[in-house]
Nanobody, 123 residues
Framework: QVQLVESGGGLVQAGDSLRLSCAAS????????MAWFRQAPGKEREFVAA????????YYADSVKGRFTISRDNAKNTVYLQMNNLRPEDTAVYFC????????????????WGQGTQVTVSS
């Protein structure tokens, strides 16, 4: 069992940056694949980025490649999402998620979820 708590969302203008944090508690942090998803109003939850358990290779959705960076600090049991050059289409509730074993791109494959943090990007 792992508990996830996101923070760092807010209202920004297009081109600005934000860093989201996801603090994990419970079982050993390095046991889990950690991922970020987002859900805009009226849309399905979509994959944004993920780190495998080893943290060697990050995975990104094409829509955020080159703008977002996922990282993890195992000593702090925290995963981050640095979001640069934000666009209005990035507006969504961002969720942190965890699962065992390998990275997956569908939200249904993740077992544990945070409560979400709102990111709003104005044009």
């Amino acid at each position: 069992q792992v508990q996830l708590v996101e923070s760092g969302g807010g209202l920004v203008q297009a081109g600005d940056s934000l860093r989201l944090s996801c603090a994990a508690s419970g079982r050993t942090f390095t046991t889990y694949v950690m991922a970020w998803f987002r859900q805009a109003p009226g849309k399905e939850r979509e994959f944004v980025a993920a780190f495998g358990r080893t943290g060697d290779n990050p995975y990104y959705a094409d829509s955020v490649k080159g703008r977002f960076t996922i990282s993890r600090d195992n000593a702090k049991n925290t995963v981050y999402l640095q979001m640069n050059n934000l666009r209005p289409e990035d507006t969504a509730v961002y969720f942190c998620a965890a699962r065992y074993w390998s990275v997956r791109y569908l939200s249904n494959d993740y077992n544990y979820w945070g409560q979400g943090t709102q990111v709003t990007v104005s044009s």
